[in-house]
């Protein structure tokens, strides 16, 4: 799983911590489309209703695949080893 996040990551495809309704998918795909989340928000809510709910099943399967959004104080500088907290 590791894997599938990080490449996620480096696609940019990240939920939000900030802005975020339920889960931050949407936020976070509209932030990588380059929309604001509320119009993403509004979009996804026309496709729903246009494909009869299918999307529903995408946005679980995409809050279980993209990793939460890493804070400034979360991420260990680059080069380093991760430390843990005893």
């Known amino acids: 799983m590791d894997k599938v996040h990080d490449w996620f990551r480096r696609e940019g495809l990240v939920r939000r911590r900030e802005d975020r309704v339920l889960a931050g998918v949407v936020a976070g ?7 604001d989340p509320w119009p993403a928000r509004l ?11 299918s999307l529903i099943l995408v946005y679980v399967i995409l809050w279980i695949l ?21």
Do not use: N, Q, W, Y
């Open 43 to 53: 979009l996804f809510l026309l496709l729903v209703l246009a494909l009869h709910g």
């Open 66 to 86: 993209m990793p939460l959004e890493e804070s400034a104080t979360e991420r260990p500088p680059s080069g380093s080893a991760p430390t843990f907290p005893a």
């Open 29 to 35: 795909l509209g932030r990588r489309i380059g929309i």
